[in-house]
């Protein structure tokens, strides 16, 4: 099973600020199938990247993914008030087990 | 787009079992592999298990084998999760999901588009 850390726990940033996310896999993720999603308070995750870097539809050109192998980044370029929340990468290339990182809250300065 | 409408809450006894429902409505669930992930409070993600209702076949996490069931009724569009012998740290939001593509497209799209607004499971004597 792969193991996804995620770091920071905890980002604290400001509005029009750059946030960084990073992931880290136990092992080579094979083409880079790794997601990304965003949740707020009560409500159930959202779909942002796949693929380790295609946009979902709908989703703002200011979220951008990155990364290959065991390194993987979520960007957010400059942070609007509706993006602070938390944010879950998940594996979706090792089949038939998914698993997801512990994720990293992204919180008002 | 497809819209995933699960179950309402739920509030069971320890050593009991809970199923929760999940159909689909604009959209089909049969060539699709639907996986049920829960969140305890407070906590992440946690991926349970899966189903392809064509083939029949199920996977589960290892952590829940031999308590949890996937199964589904193409002919309602609906698919289900049991979990059995339920402990109070089985309290949780249970969400089903469904991919970017069918099945048959393989691991690119087998990320979680379409999620259900959860299922809240409280288990407490």
């Known amino acids: 099973e792969i193991v996804l850390t995620q770091s920071p726990g905890t980002l604290s940033l400001s509005p029009g600020e750059r946030g960084t996310l990073s992931c880290r896999a136990s092992?080579?993720?094979?083409?880079?199938?790794i997601a990304w999603y965003q949740q707020k308070p009560g409500q159930a995750p959202r779909l942002l990247i796949y693929?380790?870097?295609s946009r979902a539809p709908g989703i703002p050109d200011r979220f951008s993914g990155s990364g290959s192998g065991t390194d993987f980044t979520l960007t957010i370029s400059r942070l609007e008030p509706e993006d602070f929340a938390v944010y879950y990468c998940?594996?979706?290339?090792?089949?038939?087990?998914?698993?997801f990182g512990q994720g990293t809250k992204v919180e008002i300065k | 787009q497809v819209q995933l409408v699960q179950s309402g809450a739920e509030v069971k006894k320890p050593g009991s079992s809970v199923t929760v429902s999940c159909k689909a409505s604009?959209?089909?669930?049969?060539?699709?592999?639907i996986s049920w992930v829960r969140q305890a409070p407070g906590q992440g993600l946690e991926w349970m298990g899966r189903?392809?209702?064509?083939?029949?076949?199920?996977n589960y996490a290892q952590k829940f084998q031999g308590r949890v069931t996937i199964t589904a009724d193409e002919s309602t569009n609906t698919a289900y999760m049991d979990l059995s012998n339920l402990r109070s740290d089985d309290t949780a939001v249970y969400y089903c999901?469904?991919?970017?593509?069918?099945?048959?497209?393989?691991?690119?799209?087998?990320?979680?588009?379409?999620w259900g607004q959860g299922t809240l499971v409280i288990v407490t004597s």
């Open positions: 998940q594996q979706h290339g090792s089949s038939p087990t998914w698993t």
């Open positions: 092992q080579s993720v094979s083409s880079s199938y």
């Open positions: 693929g380790a870097s």
């Open positions: 604009g959209g089909t669930l049969n060539s699709y592999a």
């Open positions: 189903i392809i209702p064509f083939l029949g076949i199920t």
């Open positions: 999901t469904r991919p970017g593509a069918p099945y048959s497209s393989g691991f690119k799209y087998a990320y979680f588009r379409d």
